[in-house]
């Protein structure tokens, strides 16, 4: 168990729906990443948000959009749905940068979208 | 802009066979450099990492040497056991804004 959780664990929906991914970060973790997994695309960097601001902008469509908030969860809101976006939704949290050094991410279990 | 190539899969070995998955990296500056693995069905878990050059990261028999003369972090184990078929991934961060995950080697380890 990383100390991540990912909510919920699975998700079914339409084309053209709206879905909201809840992550929670390992206690003491200030960064949030999400990844998106799929068979075709590998892990997919989205989105890094450091203490509730964001830091980095991967490949995340502007349909897609997140934020972390003073709790330090985060949510991943994918909209308008498209039968390309099922995929594996991962989010990883980290301590950040200690002592000059990158310290490692720690992956939740992962959404697994499914649009129908 | 940086990226990690890593060999292509899948891979299937014997139990107790060598193995070796090939990494390399694109990148500006000292990246630090990252194995995940991922077993069926879980999230990605560190197995080791190298922080400079020459670094030997270490965990559960994997090791791996940050060569930053050929740009590349290889996978090795001496003897691979049924238990590590997973999906390996190698992995870099310049800034820690942004990690770069290859995209993975399959390993199916057959007793």
């Known amino acids: 168990d990383s100390g991540v959780t990912q909510t919920p664990k699975h998700l079914i929906t339409a084309t053209g729906q709206r879905v909201t991914l809840r992550c929670s970060p390992r206690?003491?973790?200030?960064?949030v990443y999400w990844y998106q997994q799929s068979l075709d695309q590998g892990l997919q960097f989205l989105i890094h948000?450091?203490?509730?601001?964001?830091?980095a902008k991967g490949n995340i469509l502007e349909r897609f959009s997140a934020q972390q908030f003073p709790d330090l969860h985060s949510e991943l809101n994918l909209s308008s749905l498209e039968l390309g976006d099922s995929a594996l939704y991962f989010c990883?949290?980290?301590?950040?940068?200690?002592?000059?050094?990158?310290?490692?991410?720690?992956f939740g279990p992962g959404t697994r979208l499914t649009v129908l | 802009g940086d990226s990690v190539t890593q060999m292509e899969g899948p891979v299937t070995l014997s139990e107790e066979a060598f193995l070796t998955i090939n990494c390399t990296y694109t990148?500006?500056?000292?990246?630090?450099l990252f194995w995940y693995v991922q077993y069926p069905g879980e999230g990605l878990q560190l197995l080791l990492k190298?922080?400079?050059?020459?670094d030997k990261g270490s965990n559960k028999g994997f090791e791996a040497t940050y060569r930053k003369e050929t740009t590349s972090f290889h996978l090795e184990k001496g003897s691979v056991q049924v238990s590590d078929s997973a999906v390996y991934f190698c992995?870099?961060?310049?800034?820690?804004?942004?990690?770069?995950f290859g995209t993975g080697t399959s390993l199916t380890v057959i007793p």
């Open positions: 992995a870099l961060t310049n800034t820690g804004n942004q990690f770069y």
């Open positions: 990148a500006t500056g000292y990246p630090s």
């Open positions: 190298a922080t400079k050059a020459d």
């Open positions: 990883a949290s980290s301590e950040g940068l200690a002592g000059g050094v990158y310290n490692e991410q720690f």
């Open positions: 948000y450091y203490n509730g601001e964001e830091r």
């Open positions: 206690s003491g973790d200030l960064s």
